[in-house]
């Protein structure tokens, strides 16, 4: 069975950096899509960012291209997500996850592993 455990959440200022950490473990070679989403208190869970780990073709939201990287580390069954110029509307609890299937990244019901969360505010 997968496992995953996000790390790297913080409080940062506007204009800050983190980055976030998903380490897998378990049989996590059928997993296709490996990505990030968010939520912030009272929203719905938004897509931030999803890899396709065959090839590494990435994908992003609107909001936040040209800032966040995603990336992974398959050597190490880690999955990143850098986060650089980061505002308030960046606040919410990161979740990573997993799916076996060929998806519409963004669509939450298309996953079938997700990690527990990391915290990420962003004050002005």
């Known amino acids: 069975q997968v496992q995953l455990v996000e790390s790297g959440g913080d409080s940062v200022h506007t204009g800050g950096s983190l980055r976030l950490s998903c380490a897998a473990s378990g049989y996590t070679y059928p997993i296709r899509y490996m990505s990030w989403f968010r939520q912030a208190p009272g929203k719905e869970r938004e897509g931030v960012a999803a890899i396709y780990t065959r090839v590494g073709i990435t994908y992003y939201a609107d909001s936040v291209k040209g800032r966040f990287t995603i990336s992974q580390d398959n050597a190490k069954n880690t999955l990143y997500l850098q986060m650089n110029s980061l505002n308030p509307e960046d606040t919410a609890m990161y979740y990573c996850?997993?799916?076996?299937?060929?998806?519409?990244?963004?669509?939450?019901?298309?996953?079938?592993?997700w990690g527990q969360g990391t915290q990420v505010t962003v004050s002005s």
């Open positions: 996850a997993g799916s076996y299937g060929l998806i519409r990244w963004s669509d939450t019901k298309a996953y079938n592993i």
